[in-house]
């Protein structure tokens, strides 16, 4: 298992981080403070080794994330050392560090300002291009966030990471097709990403489920979204928010009554018949019970669940018991 200082700090749970967070004056005592690139320096110790870096870089993100400015700043310094305030990473690392320890809007304000004159120099800086425009939402300019992100898209349009916030500031507008469209991009890149295909049927849901949507337009959203759950549990076999859409849409299919319908311009799509959606179902239900039993009782290899997914899994499944009679 890889070292925790190797996990992205998105990945870490509260938990963890702080646990690695508190190991930093630890890692960082025992790590060089300098090392040098020159091929006299390889050859009488060794190649330096990337994960290194890497760990730097985690190290700065969780130790941000739990309020150890110091340490962050000490791992900062010798990413610094190493590849110079010039490198594009760098930049955006030591503007991510400035937002972090900004006390207003004022001096985050300033930040982006310094991102602005960043891009003015050399617009094609990815990192920094993306740290402005997280700026830029944080800061409540939604609007100017979604067209900076249409603009990195055009210049790199295989950045899936670009699609999914893309996605997500439509979603946060409400405006459901556009946040399709862009999640749907995401899938054209990473095909067989199952948590992808899940989140393409949890906005179909949504879209399904918001106010004024025309009865053809939901069925059409439903049929859809079942697809998608579907698919994210056939790549991954034990995946608890694909079970949960699955459980959800067919339950809410079975309750409408809907039976199976074809769009009128030729395309076909399709709500799966009764005993189709009976059987989907019941499948869903078999699977959440047993990853909330196998989870709750620490099971060896059921404990990637967050307490959050299984509460929910319960609540769940809860719904399905009938009330006892007196």
Same mark, same amino acid.
Request: hydrophobic fraction near 40%; include cysteine; aromatic fraction near 6%.
């Given at each position: 298992m ?6 992205p ?7 963890d981080?702080l646990?690695v ?5 630890a890692?960082?005592r025992?790590?060089?403070?300098t ?15 990337s ?5 730097y870089?985690?190290?700065i993100?969780?130790?941000l994330r739990?309020g ?21 990473? $760098?930049?955006?690392?030591?503007g ?18 310094e991102y602005?004159?960043?891009?003015s ?5 990815i990192?920094?291009?993306? #740290?402005r ?6 800061l ?11 603009q ?6 295989t ?5 999914s916030e893309l996605s ?5 507008q409400?405006?459901?097709s ?10 054209v ?6 948590n ?8 179909q849901f ?6 004024? $949507?025309?009865n ?5 959203y439903l049929?859809?979204a079942?697809?998608r759950?579907? #698919? ?5 076999d ?7 859409g ?10 409408d ?12 799509f399709v709500?799966?018949d009764?005993?189709?959606?009976e ?6 239900t078999a699977?959440?019970?047993?990853i ?7 099971e060896?290899g059921?404990?990637?669940y ?7 899994a #319960? ?5 399905d018991?009938?009330?006892?009679? #007196?």
């Open positions: 890889a070292p925790p200082t190797l996990l700090a998105s990945q870490l749970s509260p938990a981080a646990a967070a508190q190991q930093a004056p890692f960082l025992s790590s060089p403070a090392v040098s690139s020159s091929p006299l320096n390889t050859l009488l110790y060794g190649s330096e080794k994960e290194l870096w890497l760990q870089e985690n190290l993100l969780t130790c739990t150890d400015d110091t340490a962050a700043h000490a791992a900062l310094r010798r990413v610094v050392s190493r590849f110079g305030d010039d490198n594009e990473r $760098v930049q955006a690392l030591q991510l560090v400035k937002e972090a320890e900004a006390q207003n809007d004022g001096e985050l304000e300033k930040v982006l300002k602005n004159q960043i891009l120099v050399n617009d094609t800086n990192p920094v291009a993306k #740290r425009i997280a700026l830029l939402r944080s409540g300019r939604v609007s100017e966030a979604a067209s900076a992100l249409v990195l898209l055009d210049f790199s349009p950045d899936s990471e670009a699609w997500d500031i439509y979603l946060s409400g405006l459901y556009q946040a399709i469209y862009a999640i749907e991009e995401v899938l890149l990473a095909p067989n990403a199952w992808i295909h899940a989140r393409l049927g949890e906005l949504m879209a399904a489920t918001a106010p004024g $949507v025309a053809g337009s939901y069925q059409q049929a859809e079942i697809k759950f579907s #698919r994210s549990v056939e790549l991954c034990d995946y608890l928010r694909g079970y949960y699955l459980k959800l849409i067919s339950k809410r299919l079975l309750a009554g809907s039976k199976p319908t074809k769009q009128g311009d030729g395309n076909e709500v799966p009764t005993n189709t959606l059987r989907l179902n019941e499948l869903a699977k959440l019970a047993e909330v039993r196998r989870s709750s009782t620490k060896r059921w404990g990637g967050s307490d959050t997914e299984i509460a929910a #319960r609540e769940l499944l809860a719904e018991e009938s009330p006892i009679k #007196r």
